[in-house]
């Protein structure tokens, strides 16, 4: 295994497919904008190194960031913020080897902590419009940083919700009085008034349950409420659910290009644009 090999990320199998449709949204969004929105800005709040390693194999994949700076037609900026050291030197090398003509900001942080330098970076411009890729491990996004980000712009959600992988898997210990996971992850503590069901859910409930609780609260502030079918939901080759990928707009049609990225990377066609995308 080369030093590179080593110190990249490892992912699993499945990430594979959470890349591809990640990449099949970005095209059909950036094209399908390209000519309406002057100002096309990607931000990604769990950037990672660029690339990844597959676990156990020694395919080198690239990584959210690095296939939103390959996109067919560039976003005007792209902005990425990443905690860990490591995986942010190693995305500032890539970027700035690979992509030196983008427009790109790197911040080294907790995008939950270092949001209103993320939002600074945004052109203020009114014809911007944005889309935000959320990658974390667990629930570690914060509602109110959504909020923030989403707070007087057009700005596009694809945000992974870690429900089986962390929620499920915690439940116990994240309903406990003295926990805030859940209280951090939506926004508020008004889910608490269903502790006494939340205990008795099983797991297909319980997952419902918290993907209703965040699209209303995306509601709240101003988006869209796709359904329970409308979110992606990936799972391991064992074929255990992992996690769902839910997409949020405030536009119908920010919802037909998701429909259409999920389409075309389910039937693992190549993408061909239908009629006005
Ligand atoms: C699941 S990985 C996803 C990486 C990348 N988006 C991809 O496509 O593979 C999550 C990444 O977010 C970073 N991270 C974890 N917590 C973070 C936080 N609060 N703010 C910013 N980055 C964070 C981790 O170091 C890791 O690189």
């Known amino acids: 295994m080369t030093k590179l090999q080593k110190e990249l990320p490892k992912v699993g199998r499945w990430a594979e497919e959470k890349y591809k449709l990640l990449k099949c949204y970005i095209d ?7 000519n309406k929105w002057p100002q096309r800005v990607y931000i990604d709040l769990f950037a990672g190194a660029g690339s990844a390693i597959i676990r156990d194999s020694n395919t080198i994949v690239d990584t959210s960031s690095v296939i939103a700076l390959n996109v067919k037609n560039p976003f005007n900026k792209y902005i990425f913020c990443e905690k860990d050291n490591k995986n942010y030197t190693l995305l500032k090398k890539r970027v700035k080897r690979d992509f030196s003509q983008s427009n790109f900001k790197i911040i080294n942080g907790d995008c939950n902590e270092v949001i209103d330098e993320i939002i600074g970076e945004i052109p203020s411009d009114s014809n911007v419009l944005t889309f935000c ?33 962390d929620a499920v898997r915690n439940k116990k210990l994240y309903i406990r009085e003295d ?8 926004g508020g503590k008004s889910w608490r008034a269903k502790k006494a069901a939340i205990k008795n859910m099983n797991r297909n409930d319980f997952r419902r349950f918290l993907i209703n609780e965040y699209s209303n609260n995306m509601y709240q502030i101003g988006y869209k409420k796709p359904s329970f079918g409308n979110t992606k939901e990936i799972k391991a080759s064992d074929n255990l659910p992992l996690y769902h990928l839910a997409f949020y707009s405030k536009s119908d049609r920010g919802y037909d290009f998701w429909r259409e990225a999920k389409k075309y990377s389910t039937n693992q066609l190549s993408i061909e644009f239908p009629n006005g995308l």
């Open 28 to 34: 059909i969004f950036s094209t399908g904008m390209k």
């Open 133 to 165: 890729f959320v990658d974390p491990f667990g629930l570690h996004i914060k509602f109110d940083t959504i909020r923030k980000l989403s707070q007087g712009r057009r700005i596009d959600f694809l945000i992974l919700l870690a429900l089986s992988m």
């Open 179 to 186: 926990n805030d996971t859940l209280d951090n992850f939506l």
